[in-house]
């Protein structure tokens, strides 16, 4: 009986270490918005098309991505990063949520994913 145990122990300790390495969730920028308590200061994956860039600003660049869902106040997912894309690519980024990050001189964010990873496609 020991050793169905020390078996099955070992089998649910494996499933738990497959699972911290499984690849996360790809989420909309919507729910990013509408989990976003939640979500700071956790990583996350959006893919979308990149709307605007502004590189090499403070040591990084700034891209804004859409996806289509959200409304008004939450369609548009501010990300920096080291790397970099061009408007109208089609694009995946991981990176960590970050609320009310202020960068000073009136650059203000209430929700920004930083030191995100950038990978073509969507």
Known sequence: MKTYTAIALAAALALGTLNTFAAEAVKTIE???????????????VKGKVVKVNNAIMGRNFLHIQDGTGGKDNNDLSVTSTQTAKVGDAVTVSGKVTLNKDFGAGYM???IVE???ITAGK
């Open 109 to 111: 964010y209430p929700l």
């Open 115 to 117: 030191e995100a990873t």
């Open 31 to 45: 729910a990013v918005y509408k989990d976003k308590a939640k979500l700071d200061g956790k990583q996350v994956t």
